[in-house]
T-cell receptor
Framework: DGGITQSPKYLFRKEGQNVTLSCEQN?????MYWYRQDPGQGLRLIYY???????QKGDIAEGYSVSREKKESFPLTVTSAQKNPTAFYLC??????????FGQGTRLTVV | QKEVEQDPGPLSVPEGAIVSLNCTYS??????FMWYRQYSRKGPELLMY????GNKEDGRFTAQVDKSSKYISLFIRDSQPSDSATYLC????????????FGTGTRLKVLA
């Protein structure tokens, strides 16, 4: 089955800790994206990548980092510099501007 | 002004009703328009996309775009309780990159 897999589904972070969210796709899409979703604010773009070894900051990149070493993978690290990381994180991929497909999300909570 | 505005709802309708969901956008450079459905605690699912003014139909769903007014709509006919979800509009442009701007979503509840 083709699709986007995000893991883990739930993640807990302690204060001052870095955590990495996984995103893998087998759709052969060039572009991949990370969004953050908070209640009442819709989806906000954190980072996006159109090709391997290249990525750009989105609207809320501070406190986050990414890598794109393989076409299939686009992991997101939430660093200790992100002061309010509790949110629902969504990864997406697309081969064209009209077909962005999403994973099932990772819910990150600071404990 | 936000680039995409969407009424957050919630919108409650009886089963079988016609539902109208709407978004407005501010930048005429955007050329592609999408609607996503998101169930609670799940990722958004692409329902429809269009890039021209006019209507596009898929089963019980119709997407409508009016570029002159910068207004997009999603109509759901014969609504079912299983349609209860949050509906997100998204607009896209190809100016060198594939970027999407999402509305905040409208929460819909269809009552049996």
């Amino acid at each position: 089955d083709g699709g986007i897999t995000q893991s883990p589904k739930y993640l807990f972070r302690k204060e001052g800790q870095n955590v990495t969210l996984s995103c893998e796709q087998n759709l052969n899409h060039d572009a991949m994206y990370w969004y953050r979703q908070d209640p009442g604010q819709g989806l906000r773009l954190i980072y996006y990548s159109q090709i391997v070894n290249d990525f750009q900051k989105g609207d809320i990149a501070e406190g986050y980092s990414v890598s794109r070493e393989k076409k299939e993978s686009f992991p997101l690290t939430v660093t200790s510099a992100q002061k309010n990381p509790t949110a629902f994180y969504l990864c997406a991929s697309s081969r064209s501007v009209t077909e962005a497909f999403f994973g099932q999300g990772t819910r990150l909570t600071v404990v | 002004q936000k680039e995409v505005e969407q009424d957050p709802g919630p919108l409650s309708v009886p089963e079988g009703a016609i539902v109208s969901l709407n978004c407005t956008y501010s930048n005429s450079a955007f050329q592609y328009f999408m609607w996503y459905r998101q169930y609670s605690r799940k990722g958004p699912e692409l329902l429809m996309y269009t890039y021209s003014s006019g209507n596009k139909e898929d089963g019980r769903f119709t997407a409508q775009v009016d570029k002159s007014s910068k207004y997009i709509s999603l109509f759901i006919r014969d609504s079912q309780p299983s349609d209860s979800a949050t509906y997100l509009c998204a607009i896209g442009a190809t100016s060198g990159t594939y970027k999407y701007i999402f509305g905040t979503g409208t929460r819909l509840k269809v009552l049996a």
